[in-house]
T-cell receptor
Framework: QKEVEQNSGPLSVPEGAIASLNCTYS??????FFWYRQYSGKSPELIMF????GDKEDGRFTAQLNKASQYVSLLIRDSQPSDSATYLC????????????FGTGTLLAVQP | AAGVIQSPRHLIKEKRETATLKCYPI?????VYWYQQGPGQDPQFLIS???????DKGSIPDRFSAQQFSDYHSELNMSSLELGDSALYFC????????????????FGPGTRLTVL
């Protein structure tokens, strides 16, 4: 079992809809949580980070963290075709190491 | 804003050859990370450096070595290349000299696509 789990998709949503991406993690010691967007053949691009339980909003993006359920999600409002990409959930444990542990990513397809 | 720079962007090598990948972190970032991403896979952590010292090591083969220099740039040296080493190699950087709670936010470079024939 991977430490960070995501539904691989593809998740298909119509343009203008809300896309909901989910991620679960196994290690309760996980401290920081990140969402990266990756277009095919390109590098991961940081979308959001969240450290505390609750919601964090940045423009069309909202990250939600529930440490008790070991669950983190990303909502994308007013989805655009340009949002079509793979969304990678990643966690770090903090302390001596800040390496990112990635999920396998969810492929999002926004249909015009 | 300045980003992470990686060179070369593309590299083609034969089996058993050697390759050197370079990474220039964002100015004033003191930590560098290397990740390997195979086709259809998520990025896998290889190794990291903080203030020119190795800070963590992941699933990096013994054939690979890396270091961080006095100007904070880093190089990943790969020897006896194998077909399975063909992948995207990303460098990321972060800074510990930021406000509390943001010290592990990593920004990725464009990557080096290594093809081993």
């Amino acid at each position: 079992q991977k430490e960070v789990e995501q539904n691989s998709g593809p998740l298909s949503v119509p343009e203008g809809a809300i896309a909901s991406l989910n991620c679960t993690y196994s290690d309760r010691g996980s401290q920081s949580f990140f969402w990266y967007r990756q277009y095919s053949g390109k590098s991961p691009e940081l979308i959001m980070f969240i450290y505390s339980n609750g919601d964090k909003e940045d423009g069309r993006f909202t990250a939600q963290l529930n440490k008790a359920s070991q669950y983190v999600s990303l909502l994308i409002r007013d989805s655009q075709p340009s949002d079509s990409a793979t969304y990678l959930c990643a966690v770090t444990y903090g302390g001596a190491t800040n390496k990112l542990i990635f999920g396998t990513g969810t492929l999002l397809a926004v249909q015009p | 804003a300045a980003g992470v720079i990686q060179s070369p962007r593309h590299l083609i090598k034969e089996k058993r050859e050697t390759a050197t990948l370079k990474c220039y972190p964002i100015p004033r970032h003191d930590t560098v990370y290397w990740y390997q991403q195979g086709p259809g896979q998520d990025p896998q952590f290889l190794i990291s450096f903080y203030e020119k010292m190795q800070s963590d090591k992941g699933s990096i083969p013994d054939r690979f070595s890396a270091q961080q220099f006095s100007d904070y740039h880093s190089e990943l040296n790969m020897s006896s290349l194998e077909l399975g080493d063909s992948a995207l190699y990303f460098c990321a950087s972060s800074s510990t000299r930021t406000i509390a709670g943001l010290t592990d936010t990593q920004y990725f470079g464009p990557g080096t696509r290594l093809t081993v024939l």
